[in-house]
């Protein structure tokens, strides 16, 4: 008779509180269960405060994806005003959020997931030595390169938002700052540097010869071509990732849900679909429809919260009411589990690459017979390939157009219910927001992690990760390697802090 494990396992290099609790046989997980430990409870901290407030408190909510949280509390209040921006203040909002998703990006690839690869389990591969020596925490030579680029990059924000992280240089209207030429020309000039950086090193090509690869044996034949794609970041992901078999784990439910980021100004020359950059939709396997915030809905049954309607509720009218006397009986996180048209979906650069309907990605798809961990990683760390043009074009659309206005004046915002979406790093954001009489009366966000990572919903359906966690291998509990690999594909982030959990009981069943 197999042995049933039930085990907490530790899980460091994620972006907050998270525990994982586990059920393994025969050497591989059968059930999981993903919490998130900690409360904070911004939806309650914002009642009762003026009605921009929100642009200076909730960039607080994570000190890696500010930018985001600052992009979608301003695209709500827009939405109460009734009003579009000015074109190069859409320009500028969409240059910082680019920024700071490409930094985020490298720095978690490079520095929280590629480390893994270091791990002395995996030293009978050939490539272990090499890993050791660019990726080991703090130490590979990969590493120091990451932070001294991204940090480069960063300068951007700095130039155009006075600051990062926290910035609030976004208002209802516009921005607060039109940069001068000197500042615009200067941000160029960084990202352009950055961009080179990222073709000899992560990509080990030119942007051009990464964009014509449109199916997997092109991409198996971009890997053989010649040396430096072998030896770049995506060349060893790939090589690495494969020989550990990531391209046969970490398959969820196959529900890819993007809300949609970047708004394509008037007058600009960059080109994207419905208004964006990045589509909109929300994709079962490969079809992909339309995206509706109306069919989002929060459930409760699994977290501990006050029981809600049955099917839950639409963010405008839920409510974050905290239960957590230790009588809750199944509940077991402070996440809640939202659910798009009743079901669970995964969100993140993977997802845009679904609704984009991407040739490569849904060629990898197919191959990985779904959404696998290396090809959610490489989705994230080819994220700026994607991005890249269109930043630079709008820089240069705000040179050569300087002098037209980065605000429209907006009446003070009395009264109104307002949407704030856009795509965070880790994938789709949303702010929902009420104000009566110049304050604020409801507030509720939806994170990406709350996708990802979210608990059961109503039905026992699992959430993206708790779900791709099933049939990895978990020989040795104390060192989950693979396991960690699978979640942090999905780029974990609850809070702005960094802990190691541990010390859960394990519990042998027959």
Not at 332 to 352: D, F, H, I, M, N
Not at 377 to 390: D, G, K, P
Not at 395 to 420: C, D, K, R, W
Not at 457 to 468: K, N, T
């Amino acid at each position: 008779m197999s042995k049933r494990l039930e085990c907490a396992i530790p899980l460091n290099r994620v972006e907050g509180d998270l525990e994982l609790k586990v059920a393994v046989e025969n050497g591989r997980v059968v059930d999981s269960w993903s919490s998130g430990t900690m409360f904070r409870g911004f939806e309650r901290i914002m009642v009762g405060r003026g009605a921009l407030d929100g642009l200076v408190i909730t960039p607080r909510i994570c000190g890696i994806c500010s930018m985001t949280h600052l992009t979608a509390a301003v695209n709500a209040l827009d939405c109460i005003a009734g009003i579009v921006p000015p074109a190069n203040a859409i320009r500028l909002r969409n240059v910082a959020l680019m920024v700071e998703t490409i930094q985020s990006d490298i720095r978690q690839s490079l520095l929280m997931y590629l480390v893994d690869f270091a791990n002395p389990i995996f030293a009978d591969h050939a490539w272990y030595e090499q890993a050791v020596a660019r990726y080991q925490a703090m130490q590979g030579s990969r590493c120091i390169g990451a932070i001294k680029e991204t940090k480069r990059l960063l300068e951007i924000v700095a130039l155009i938002g006075g600051q990062w992280p926290h910035t609030s240089f976004m208002v209802p209207g516009g921005v607060v700052y039109a940069p001068p030429i000197n500042d615009l020309q200067k941000s160029l000039q960084l990202l352009k540097g950055f961009k080179r950086w990222y073709e000899q090193t992560v990509l080990g090509c030119s942007l051009a010869r990464w964009q014509a690869i449109t199916s997997v044996a092109e991409l198996d034949e971009w890997l053989n071509e010649q040396e430096t794609h072998r030896s770049s970041d995506v060349g060893f992901l790939l090589s690495a990732g494969r020989a550990i078999g990531l391209d046969r784990l970490g398959i969820g439910h196959a529900h890819f849900l993007s809300y949609g980021a970047f708004n394509i100004p008037e007058g600009s020359l960059v080109v994207g679909s419905t208004g964006q950059l990045v589509a909109s939709g929300f994709a079962v396997g490969q079809e992909v429809g339309s995206f509706d915030q109306r069919h989002i809905a929060e459930q409760v049954a699994y977290s501990w919260y006050a029981d809600q309607t049955p099917g839950g509720l639409h963010p405008m009218e839920g409510v974050t009411t905290p239960v957590a006397s230790g009588a809750e009986g199944n509940k077991y996180s402070w996440v809640k589990a939202p659910r798009y048209a009743g079901q669970a979906a995964e969100t993140g650069p993977l997802a845009e690459r679904v609704v984009a309907r991407d040739p490569l990605f849904l060629d990898l798809l197919q191959c990985d017979q779904g959404a696998s961990s290396l090809t959610r990683q490489l989705a994230r760390l080819i994220r700026a390939t994607h991005l890249f043009a269109a930043a630079e074009q709008w820089l240069n659309e705000m040179i050569a157009h300087q002098a037209m206005p980065y605000y429209l004046p907006v009446p003070p915002l009395l009264n109104g219910e307002g949407v704030g979406l856009t795509q965070a790093a880790r994938g789709a954001l949303g702010h929902w927001v009420k104000i009566r009489e110049g304050r604020i009366t409801h507030y509720q966000i939806i994170t990406p992690t709350a996708w990802n990572g979210s608990p059961r919903d109503e039905q026992g359906v699992r959430g993206a990760w708790e779900q791709a966690l099933i049939g990895t291998p978990l020989a040795d509990p104390d060192d989950p390697v693979l396991a960690g690999m699978v979640v942090r594909s999905f780029d974990p982030c609850l809070v702005c802090s960094v802990h190691v959990i541990g010390g859960g009981r394990r519990r042998l069943m027959a």
